[in-house]
């Protein structure tokens, strides 16, 4: 039966050392060499030094501390982008302050959609929903730019119903031209010329 990886290092320091260089992936030749052992790397020695159990059962416990060290790392860090991306896509729902024309702030907040979906899509790819190639589309990828967006937008109205724009430039004509006639109609128009 195989017993517990040693956590502690070994007390021979040249045996500690060729467990480490063992554990960093040298060879057992190398691991021998660099330790400090006065014999031949070439002959038997190394071998038989990396037989030995106490040897192995320290390479396996510095592969332990690693291996957990590593994991955890990765935790942190998961855990610190996902908390970074939640408050990045709470910010942009709230939004970017509209500016007046003399450059102060107004009040009221644009969201930035694009960039909210970005972090959700971000989310979704760290927490394993999907991956780049397996995002669910339509056959249409839209950019950040709103105008292009917009310019996309009209282009598939415009395949769906040819005449759409035509009717709403008719109908907001109508509108203006019967705002533009009750103005002119009703006396308060008239006193401000």
């Known amino acids: 039966m195989a017993q517990a990886p040693i956590s502690k290092p070994l007390k021979n320091i040249r045996r500690e050392r060729f467990a480490q260089a063992l554990a960093s992936g040298l060879s057992v030749r190398e691991s021998y060499e660099r330790s400090g052992f006065a ?20 390479v396996a416990g510095i592969l332990a501390k690693s291996e957990a060290a590593v994991v955890h790392a990765v935790a942190v860090t998961q855990a610190e982008i996902v908390q970074s991306l939640r408050e990045t896509r709470d910010m942009a729902r709230v939004g970017v302050p509209v500016l007046a024309k003399d450059g102060s702030e107004t009040g009221v907040y644009r969201p930035d959609l694009a960039a909210k979906n970005r ?36 282009a598939i109205i415009e395949q769906i119903d040819p005449g759409f724009f035509r ?15 009750a103005e002119t109609k009703s006396p308060s128009s008239s006193s401000l010329h």
């Open 167 to 181: 009717d709403l430039k008719a109908t907001i004509r109508a509108e203006l031209e019967s705002e533009v006639r």
């Open 119 to 154: 972090a959700d899509d971000t989310l979704a790819k760290v927490a394993g929903l999907y991956r780049e190639n397996d995002r669910p589309s339509a056959g249409i990828e839209l950019p950040d730019d709103p105008e292009e967006i917009r310019e996309q937008v009209f």
């Open 39 to 58: 014999g031949d790397p070439n002959g038997n020695a190394p071998s038989k030094l990396h037989r030995e159990e106490e040897v192995q059962r320290r």
